[in-house]
T-cell receptor, first 115, second 110 residues
Framework: GAVVSQHPSRVICKSGTSVKIECRSL??????MFWYRQFPKKSLMLMAT?????????EQGVEKDKFLINHASLTLSTLTVTSAHPEDSSFYIC???????????FGNGTRLTVT | GEDVEQSLFLSVREGDSSVINCTYT??????LYWYKQEPGAGLQLLTY?????DMKQDQRLTVLLNKKDKHLSLRIADTQTGDSAIYFC??????????FGSGTKLNVKP
C-alpha cells in the first residue's frame, strides 16, 4: 500500500520552455503532497508543500512563479517548471502520506535536463 | 529541527554488519525514519521508529534510538551487495515538517 507514482521519470527540454511533472497517490488520498529537489550527491531540499484545494506553501528561497504547483484533486499534484533554464536541471521528487501519523512515501523522481 | 547529520560514506564486506549513524538536534521530533535510495530512483521507506521507543527490529534491520543523545542508528545484518545504496535518516518534528540528513553512501564489497 501507499504507492506514489511520478511522471515522467526523465525529461529533456530546451531553455525557455515549461515542463510539467505529475505526482499521484495511487491507493490513498493525500490532502498534502511535498515536492523536493535533490542536487547531485546532496540531500533533499523541500521546495514546497502542496495543499489540495488551496495555494501551495513555498519554502524560503523558492520562487513560486518559477515553480507552479497545482493540487487539484486528492490524488494528484503537479509541479510546472516555467521558463526552464539549465540551472533548473535537477532531480525532482514528490512525496505524500496517507495520514498525519504516516511516514512519507516517495515517487521515483523526475530527472530534468534543460539544454 | 533542521540539523540532521550523517557520515557520508561507509564501506563493508558482504556478510558483515553495517551500522549507519545519524544525529539530530530537535528533541521534539516525534518520528524518525530510514530511507534507502538506489541510483536514479526515489526514496524507499525502510523503517521508522516513534520517539518513545528505544529499539525496533525488522528482519535484518535494527534501529536504535538514543533520545538523550539525539542519536539514531540503522544496523543491517548480513549485508548484501544489493544493500549498496544511499541511506537517509529523517525526522518529523511537527505536523508537516520533515528534515533529511545528507545521506550515507553504503558500498558493499563482495
Amino acid at each position: 500500500g501507499a504507492v506514489v507514482s511520478q511522471h515522467p521519470s526523465r525529461v529533456i527540454c530546451k531553455s525557455g520552455t515549461s515542463v510539467k511533472i505529475e505526482c499521484r497517490s495511487l491507493d490513498f488520498q493525500a490532502t498534502t503532497m511535498f515536492w523536493y529537489r535533490q542536487f547531485p550527491k546532496k540531500s533533499l531540499m523541500l521546495m514546497a508543500t502542496s495543499n489540495e484545494g488551496s495555494k501551495a506553501t513555498y519554502e524560503q528561497g523558492v520562487e513560486k512563479d518559477k515553480f507552479l504547483i497545482n493540487h487539484a484533486s486528492l490524488t494528484l499534484s503537479t509541479l510546472t517548471v516555467t521558463s526552464a533554464h539549465p540551472e533548473d536541471s535537477s532531480f525532482y521528487i514528490c512525496s505524500a502520506r496517507p495520514g498525519e501519523g504516516s511516514p512519507l512515501h516517495f515517487g521515483n523522481g523526475t530527472r530534468l535536463t534543460v539544454t | 529541527g533542521e540539523d540532521v547529520e550523517q557520515s557520508l560514506f561507509l564501506s563493508v564486506r558482504e556478510g558483515d554488519s553495517s551500522v549507519i549513524n545519524c544525529t539530530y538536534t530537535d528533541s521534539s521530533s516525534t518520528y524518525l525514519y530510514w530511507y534507502k535510495q538506489e541510483p536514479g530512483a526515489g526514496l524507499q521507506l525502510l523503517t521508522y521508529i516513534f520517539s518513545n521507543m528505544d529499539m525496533k527490529q525488522d528482519q535484518r534491520l535494527t534501529v536504535l534510538l538514543n533520545k538523550k543523545d539525539k542519536h539514531l542508528s540503522l544496523r543491517i545484518a548480513d549485508t548484501q551487495t544489493g544493500d549498496s545504496a544511499i541511506y537517509f535518516c529523517a525526522e518529523k518534528y511537527n505536523f508537516n515538517k520533515f528534515y533529511f540528513g545528507s545521506g550515507t553512501k553504503l558500498n558493499v564489497k563482495p
